[in-house]
Nanobody, 113 residues
Framework: QVQLVESGGGLVQPGGSLRLSCAAS????????MHWYRQAPGKEREAVAS????????NYADSVKGRFTISRDNAKQTVYLQMNSLKPDDTAVYYC??????WGQGTQVTVSS
């Protein structure tokens, strides 16, 4: 049974940091590109960051470049999203995705003073 379980969300003040985790099981994690998406209220889901399975190269949305870092630990079957210098506009539900196949249930990130 495929599972992607996100954790690490919460309430943080502007300028703060959070690290999201996505624990995977039930498929060959090391062979999948992994992605983080987010969806803010009233907006479409958007891609935030991705990391390829071979070589580990990464891509980021312009809105998060220089502030967010995606990484993966294949031994732990986990992908991470380190989020620094958070802004109110980063408030959203954050989802991880494996390849074009599997989605997690999401974790809420709220940036507010």
């Amino acid at each position: 049974q495929v599972q992607l379980v996100e954790s690490g969300g919460g309430l943080v003040q502007p300028g703060g940091s959070l690290r999201l985790s996505c624990a995977a099981s039930g498929f060959s994690f090391s062979l999948y590109d992994m992605h983080w998406y987010r969806q803010a209220p009233g907006k479409e889901r958007e891609a935030v960051a991705s990391i390829v399975w071979r070589g580990g190269s990464t891509n980021y949305a312009d809105s998060v470049k220089g502030r967010f870092t995606i990484s993966r630990d294949n031994a732990k079957q986990t992908v991470y999203l380190q989020m620094n210098s958070l802004k109110p506009d980063d408030t959203a539900v954050y989802y991880c995705k494996a390849g074009n196949m599997y989605w997690g249930q999401g974790t809420q990130v709220t940036v507010s003073s």
